[in-house]
T-cell receptor
């Protein structure tokens, strides 16, 4: 059965800390891995990763994919209270546009 | 980037009535859209794949007669919750892939909160 596992499920940090969120997957015919941030509404797109070892970066957020070990990490440096959200990892498979989601990591950044 | 719009963002309906939720791709065409459901503190669960011009494909356990999906054009898919009951109260989200985007990114609508009273 295809699955996406995120860890930790929840995380509480202080402003300024650096966090690393993990996403491992077991799917057939992997095509891409996506990270989303969900606050009170629908998820907003962060990154899409298709190739191993190539870091994608956007401001304080960065992500990388390891297709050999079947995982991805999302790093957030110098966290701010506005980073508090649920971070979702999802995987797509070849021949399908479906997203297989992990359960998410709830990040709380305290002032 | 591409935009997917959902309407309404919030709706309250009486038990036994039907509710329609619209999902539009605003600046791209989407032959396929996806409908998800999310319960509080849970992840998104795929309900069905909406295919333009043909029948939707439902995930196991999703009642197709209860959750009617129509994808009448390349920019619009609708989800109708028929004979709604309180247990149908949830957050419903649609998504679509923009193939014209260099990253072929999947975008989500803003979501629709349904409360059945």
């Amino acid at each position: 059965e295809d699955k996406v596992v995120q860890s930790p499920l929840s995380l509480v940090v202080h402003e300024g800390d650096t966090v690393t969120l993990n996403c491992s997957y077991e799917v057939t015919n992997f095509r891409s891995l996506l990270w989303y941030k969900q606050e009170k509404k629908a998820p907003t797109f962060l990154f899409m990763l298709t190739s191993s070892g190539i870091e994608k970066k956007s401001g304080r957020l960065s992500s990388i994919l390891d297709k050999k070990e079947l995982f991805s990490i999302l790093n957030i440096t110098a966290t701010q209270t506005g980073d508090s959200a649920i971070y979702l990892c999802a995987v797509t498979q070849g021949g399908s546009e479906k997203l297989v989601f992990g359960k998410g990591t709830k990040l709380t950044v305290n002032p | 980037g591409a935009v997917v719009s959902q309407h309404p963002s919030r709706v309250i309906c009486k038990s036994g009535t039907s509710v329609k939720i619209e999902c539009r791709s605003l600046d791209f065409q989407a032959t396929t859209m996806f409908w998800y459901r999310q319960f509080p503190k849970q992840s998104l669960m795929l309900m069905a794949t909406s295919n333009e011009g043909s029948k939707a494909t439902y995930e196991q356990g999703v009642e197709k007669d209860k959750f009617l999906i129509n994808h009448a054009s390349l920019t619009l898919s609708t989800l109708t919750v028929t004979s709604a009951h309180p247990e149908d109260s949830s957050f419903y989200i649609c998504s679509a892939r923009d193939w014209t985007d260099s990253g072929n990114t999947i975008y989500f609508g803003e979501g629709s909160w349904l409360t059945v009273v």
